[in-house]
Nanobody, 132 residues
Framework: QVQLVESGGGLVQPGKSLRLSCTASGSTLDDYTVGWFRQAPGKEREGLSCVSSTSRSDGSAFYVDAVKGRFTISRDNVKNAVYLQMDSLDPEDTAVYYC??????????????????????WGQGTLVTVSA
């Protein structure tokens, strides 16, 4: 069973960038669909972006409208990791960010951001604070 650890969170000024990492152990992360989620204080968890497996699916990425054009998801199979590059950060992006993974065979992954129960392995989260 894969285990996930998020890193890269911290305090960043508005307009700046941050890259989050989701590093896996115990299994090959490329065999999994991976999604990024966040939960801000007092708000429900929301899905942001996902990338499907290249070994079991089509390797495609999906972004919700709120982050499209600002966030970029990518894989590094050598490092067994998935990254979330976040640009033009806004105080509204302040949240705990989580990655999650599931062994899915369907092409595309966008549905997992609205039905996260398909992703059965979750990391512990990393806090991102956007503030001047």
């Amino acid at each position: 069973q894969v285990q996930l650890v998020e890193s890269g969170g911290g305090l960043v000024q508005p307009g700046k960038s941050l890259r989050l990492s989701c590093t896996a152990s115990g299994s090959t992360l490329d065999d999994y669909t991976v999604g990024w989620f966040r939960q801000a204080p007092g708000k429900e968890r929301e899905g942001l972006s996902c990338v499907s497996s290249t070994s079991r699916s089509d390797g495609s990425a999906f972004y919700v409208d709120a982050v499209k054009g600002r966030f970029t998801i990518s894989r590094d199979n050598v490092k067994n990791a998935v990254y979330l590059q976040m640009d033009s950060l806004d105080p509204e992006d302040t949240a705990v960010y989580y990655c999650a993974a599931g062994q899915l065979y369907s092409n595309g992954c966008g549905y997992t951001l609205y039905a996260p129960e398909y992703l059965d392995v979750w990391g512990q989260g990393t806090l991102v604070t956007v503030s001047a």
